[in-house]
């Protein structure tokens, strides 16, 4: 039988993994600090992280004993601006959702071509014909147009996220920005999911997933999806 430590007391929410054999969880060493788990089989802890007097939803950070299946729930956040990575129908759908509700995005494409016809037509004639983006969605096929935002969604095929988080680690460097994965499936080869690949990209950032049974032909009309 393990006992709580009374220093986990100073704490309004706690949860903690045990280990599968019985023993006593991490030690923790001093206020807001975790050691990491003594043993491998240690599944998980979380500690609700100090916000003082901010009026923000509480965060919670959880340390796996394998760190891929480490998580963290971050605190709510305002998203005001917007950067788009793929300019196919999925990116082009939530660039056209979101402008509508009064963000502004930035919406990227690699191929230069369809990028000069979507600025001068507004639309994206090959994924999503008959669907006009509106004024506020600026379509550019410069990655460093999507520094200086709140939140940058990957909508880019799943072979592609590699090398496009890469280039953009690159160009960016470090961002206050979420990075939302919006990209299906895992690597070939490395088998690793694309929240694997953002998170080697960018090791110190937020890193979160939108996922559904969702057609971008759907969302863009605000049509029910199931």
């Keep these: 039988r393990c006992h ?4 986990f007391l100073a704490d309004p929410v706690c949860f903690i993994g045990f ?14 600090q ?3 788990p003594k043993q491998a089989e240690t599944a998980s802890l979380f500690l609700r992280l100090r916000r003082g007097s901010c009026r923000l939803a509480s965060s919670f950070k959880s340390f796996a004993a394998d760190p891929r299946h480490r998580t963290a729930l971050y605190s709510e956040r305002r998203l005001v601006n917007t950067a788009i990575i793929g ?5 082009t759908a939530l660039a056209g959702l979101w402008a509508r509700r009064g963000r502004k995005v930035v919406l990227w494409g690699h191929n ?3 990028i000069a016809r979507m600025q001068k037509t507004r639309e994206n004639s090959e994924y999503l014909p008959g669907i006009q983006l509106p004024d506020s969605v600026h379509i550019t096929s410069e990655l460093s147009d999507c520094a200086d935002v709140d939140l940058i969604v990957l ?3 799943s072979t592609a996220l590699r090398n496009i988080a890469v280039h953009l680690a690159k160009v960016i ?5 979420v990075l939302l994965s919006c990209t299906k499936g895992i690597e070939q080869g490395s088998g690793l999911r694309m929240t694997e690949i953002l998170r080697e990209a960018f090791p110190e950032d937020k890193i979160a997933v939108l996922s559904g049974p969702n057609l971008a032909t759907e969302v863009v009309r605000d049509l029910p999806t199931a």
């Design 173 to 177: 460097g470090h961002t206050r920005a």
């Design 4 to 7: 709580l430590d009374n220093r």
């Design 112 to 114: 230069t071509d369809r």
């Design 19 to 32: 280990p599968h054999s019985g023993g006593c969880p991490a030690d923790r060493h001093s206020r807001g």
């Design 34 to 36: 975790l050691a990491r």
């Design 87 to 91: 300019a196919g129908g999925w990116g």
């Design 155 to 157: 909508a880019t095929p």
